[in-house]
């Protein structure tokens, strides 16, 4: 079956805070802070003062607000989520999520092994559920920064608060998915606990890694990588993209770079906030690509055409 991504509902927190301010563990010294100005092109970081559910509810309704699509016609909510532990036990998250929202025909559950490459498990597995019986499904993609260990990746990024909403189905408007290609590579499935031999490993490999599944994506969707209107990115520094971009020949400019130095990385959430962004100034045949890498590690990168009433005509 196709699918279809409709439109996408976001909730960003109004509050960012300066790199320092952000309570992270360990705490930044000043040396990598500059660094991650200087380099990494972080300047902010969004932070969320309202509960994981609040969020939740904002991004997914504005979804189907956006859409005209009422509530009882979504029969599949997905939580995606990079931390395995969302919330607290024995509060039951997606039920109430459901009850407030109306969501009475949706099966619900949570989708989260892959860390933030698993959105795109999560449209995989959203494509296998929906069919004629089955109209819509809401993929979720949420995590709330309750931690200081959450809120950053030693070396690499600072962590935020955001939610993005995809409300996908078989049918337009909106973007078709021609093509979506993930990588797995089990070696470094300690991620931040690996050795220092084998993370050394895994930063050697990251940039080629990424770029080679972008590749692949790019070919099976039977595209030229010049027709890219955008690449929407995981929002983790500005080094690594530049790194990739490089290695695919792509111009900077077709990397969708412009949040990151607001919102930080917001975990699975990035690449579709980031297309949320630019939803209305796409076109009828444009074609977007969604890039992320999980720690773990997972590549993943999926391409779409948008269809005729899925921007701006």
């Given amino acids: 079956m196709e699918l279809v991504i409709n439109t996408i509902g976001r ?8 790199l320092e301010d952000v309570d992270v563990d360990p705490p930044l010294a000043p ?4 660094a ?3 380099f990494f092109g972080l300047e902010r970081v969004a932070i969320s003062d309202r509960p994981l559910g609040d969020m939740m509810v904002s991004a997914a309704t504005g979804a189907l607000a956006r859409h005209g699509v009422a509530a009882d016609a979504v029969d599949v909510l997905i ?3 990079t931390a395995p532990q969302a919330w607290t ?25 892959n860390h933030c490459a698993s959105p795109l498990n999560a449209i995989q597995i959203g494509r296998q559920l929906l069919d004629e019986s089955r109209r819509y499904a809401l993929i979720v993609i949420a995590d709330l920064t309750f931690t200081g260990i959450l809120r950053q990746i030693p070396n690499t990024t600072v962590c935020g608060d955001a939610v ?21 590579h089990g070696a470094h499935a ?9 993370h050394a490993r895994f930063e050697r490999g990251y940039a080629p890694r990424l770029a080679g599944v972008m590749r692949r994506a790019i070919e099976h969707a039977g595209i030229d990588r010049r027709d890219l209107r955008w690449i929407f990115p995981h929002n983790v520094n500005l080094v ?3 790194d990739v971009a490089a290695r695919l020949n792509l111009r900077m400019d077709q990397v969708y770079t412009e949040s990151l130095p607001q919102l930080g990385h917001c975990f699975g959430a990035d690449p579709f906030l980031n297309w949320s962004f630019e939803l209305d100034s796409l076109h009828a045949g444009d074609h977007i690509m969604v890039a992320t890498v999980g720690l773990g590690a997972v590549f993943g990168a999926a391409v779409f055409r948008v269809l005729a009433g899925g921007g701006d005509e």
């Fill in 240 to 242: 690594s993209w530049r």
């Fill in 89 to 113: 036990h024995p509060v039951d998250l997606l039920p109430g999520i459901c009850r407030r929202m109306g969501l009475r025909r949706a099966v619900y559950f949570a989708v989260h092994a």
């Fill in 36 to 38: 991650y100005r200087k």
């Fill in 79 to 81: 939580h995606v989520h």
């Fill in 190 to 198: 300690k991620g931040p606990w690996q050795s220092v031999e084998d």
């Fill in 11 to 18: 909730y960003v927190p109004a509050r960012r805070l300066r």
């Fill in 164 to 184: 993005a909403a995809c409300l996908v189905s078989g049918r337009g408007p909106g973007a078709l998915m021609r093509s979506l290609e993930i990588d797995y």
């Fill in 31 to 34: 040396r990598v802070l500059g």
